[in-house]
């Protein structure tokens, strides 16, 4: 008994945490959320690099081809919402990100933490994509879709880099 609760002490001693615990930072700032994922990319190059970083922290990212990479999902974020994917393209500067439908993500929440302004996207034989908010800030487009017909809920986020003037 006396062997149990020494092993018990030494293992609460060594700092050990279960794998979902490393993926969440003590940091509000710094936790992986939604929220963040779409503010960082605001702070321009080095909010874009947090985002790549971070995906590459919680994703099993898989090289492709020329500098690309892939993970899937589902990753379960510090806010209880869940990315399906995420892909990075490193000489494009695009990520795409899949977000779960459950729980929902709110588009007009969204918007307010980014300041992105809603259209309807139809492909080319007219169906209904659903809406795709954008901003465009800090030498990057922020943009996130929702899904078709209800606009209920996000299910994707993408970044790209903002092409300098000609």
């Given at each position: 008994?006396?062997?149990?609760?020494?092993?018990?002490m030494?293992c609460?001693?060594?700092?050990?945490?279960?794998?979902?615990?490393r993926?969440?930072?003590?940091?509000?700032?710094?936790?992986?959320?939604?929220?963040?994922?779409?503010?960082?990319?605001?702070?321009?190059?080095?909010?874009?690099r947090?985002?790549?970083?971070?995906?590459?922290?919680?994703?099993?990212?898989?090289?492709?081809?020329?500098?690309?990479?892939?993970?899937?999902?589902p990753?379960?974020?510090?806010?209880?919402?869940?990315?399906?994917?995420?892909?990075?393209?490193?000489?494009?500067?695009?990520?795409?990100?899949?977000?779960?439908?459950?729980?929902?993500?709110?588009?007009?929440?969204?918007?307010?933490?980014?300041?992105?302004?809603?259209?309807?996207?139809?492909?080319?034989?007219?169906?209904?994509?659903?809406k795709?908010?954008?901003?465009?800030?800090?030498?990057?487009?922020?943009?996130?879709?929702?899904?078709?017909?209800?606009?209920?809920?996000?299910?994707?986020?993408?970044l790209?880099?903002?092409?300098?003037?000609?």
């Amino acid at each position: 008994m006396a062997f149990a609760a020494c092993a018990l002490m030494s293992c609460s001693t060594t700092g050990a945490r279960a794998p979902e615990q490393r993926q969440v930072a003590a940091d509000p700032i710094d936790s992986i959320t939604i929220e963040n994922l779409l503010r960082w990319p605001l702070e321009g190059e080095a909010g874009k690099r947090r985002v790549d970083a971070a995906l590459r922290r919680i994703f099993e990212m898989k090289p492709l081809q020329a500098q690309q990479f892939s993970g899937d999902g589902p990753v379960k974020l510090s806010d209880g919402n869940v990315l399906s994917f995420a892909w990075i393209a490193e000489l494009s500067g695009q990520v795409d990100i899949g977000v779960a439908a459950e729980p929902c993500v709110s588009p007009e929440q969204a918007a307010g933490w980014i300041g992105a302004q809603a259209a309807i996207t139809q492909d080319a034989h007219g169906q209904d994509r659903g809406k795709t908010y954008r901003t465009q800030r800090a030498g990057n487009w922020i943009e996130f879709t929702t899904t078709p017909a209800t606009y209920r809920c996000i299910d994707s986020i993408n970044l790209y880099p903002a092409k300098p003037p000609k």
